[in-house]
């Protein structure tokens, strides 16, 4: 039985992660899952497989070495898997220093008390591996044309992105350095269940639910790379098992969006499903600071050498995640009357 040790477990991809491990893998593993529940982490995610024999959860912040310390000791750790991190981007904007701190020093902790356990006389113990889950916004903005590559040069632009591109440089050190055996991961946006509703898609699903308007930076012209978050997990589950040792790997779902696409396919759909929704609803709002054009992956080395492919596209998983939604209000509806709502009154009412 592998252990794995689950970091920000309690979010949107983590979580995703976790249920997909157990309904591939059984009993054959074991999960630790540890989280510091910010405002992000829900637990209601995993109602599911909550009272697994086989599945720990442990409220710790990644920035508490002592706490981190005490779960290595008591398990023998196969597997390191970091989701962790604060992840919004204007968030990021309006305070850059929780981002630091957790996706940089909690991502060194992290992997400090890792090396502290898997180090030996002679290298690292075998069969072990970090894997350290960023994101394609590390890259920057790309033009009209082209693909980042996993040797596409670092240029983020955002505090969020910027904080993440900096937890991959000390993971890559780690390698480089120590020999420590890592991956990093880079993925294109993600979309599917349990997102939380500050970002794009759940916003405007929510948003059209509950017949409010939604904001849509600047002209909505800007493009992104929408993957389906159990793609996401199939690809996370090939690097383990099968990534080289120090290696980066893109993840993307090869379906570039332009996010006023987006905003009005959800508005047909939900139309089609009896929801008196419009595009009435669309406002424009200023654009957001330092906004990133364009993402685009070219995910040719992991399909080449891991065999990944996505199983789920773009129609079918936007119609899953949107049925998903509209089944699944009650969770909905904890979070959007919450203290969310404050978040969302400050950042949008006055654009």
Not at 169 to 196: E, H, V, W
Not at 243 to 253: E, L, M, P, R
Not at 285 to 308: C, M, N, P, W
């Amino acid at each position: 039985m592998k252990t794995y040790l689950i970091t920000g477990g309690a979010g949107f991809i983590g979580s995703n992660f976790i249920q997909y491990m157990f309904n591939k893998y059984k009993e054959e593993i074991f999960i630790i899952n540890v989280d510091k529940l910010t405002y992000a982490g829900n637990l209601d995610n995993l109602k599911k497989i909550e009272n697994l024999n086989n599945y720990r959860f442990f409220r710790e912040d990644i920035c508490n070495e002592k706490n981190l310390d005490k779960i290595f000791k008591i398990y023998d750790i196969d597997y390191v898997v970091n989701f962790a991190a604060e992840s919004h981007v204007d968030r990021s904007i309006e305070d850059p220093s929780i981002f630091v701190k957790t996706n940089i020093l909690g991502t060194q902790t992290l992997l400090e008390i890792t090396k502290k356990y898997w180090k030996t006389k002679n290298g690292f113990k075998e069969e072990k591996k970090y894997i350290q889950i960023s994101t394609d916004e590390v890259y920057g903005s790309l033009g009209e044309s082209g693909y980042f590559t996993e040797k596409t040069p670092i240029d983020s632009h955002s505090p969020y992105s910027s904080s993440k591109a900096s937890a991959d440089l000390i993971t890559k050190a780690y390698y480089d350095t120590y020999k420590m055996p890592i991956n990093i991961t880079r993925c294109s946006n993600n979309y599917g269940p349990y997102q939380f509703p500050e970002k794009f898609i759940p916003l405007i699903i929510s948003n059209c639910i509950n017949n409010k308007q939604i904001p849509v930076y600047g002209n909505g012209k800007n493009v992104r790379d929408w993957l389906y978050v159990e793609d996401h997990c199939v690809a996370i589950d090939l690097v383990i098992n099968k990534g080289i040792a120090g290696q980066v790997y893109n993840i993307g779902g090869n379906n570039e969006k332009r996010n006023i696409e987006i905003v009005k396919y959800i508005i047909c759909a939900l139309k089609n499903k009896g929801l008196n929704v419009d595009e009435d609803l669309i406002r424009h709002v200023e654009d957001r600071q330092g906004h990133d054009r364009r993402y685009a992956i070219d995910s040719t080395k992991i399909k080449a050498e891991l065999g990944f492919n996505t199983l789920i596209d773009f129609n079918k998983g936007m119609l899953k995640t949107i049925e998903w939604y509209l089944n699944n209000k009650e969770w909905l509806n904890k979070i959007v009357n919450g203290n969310y709502m404050n978040y969302y009154e400050k950042f949008y009412s006055k654009r």
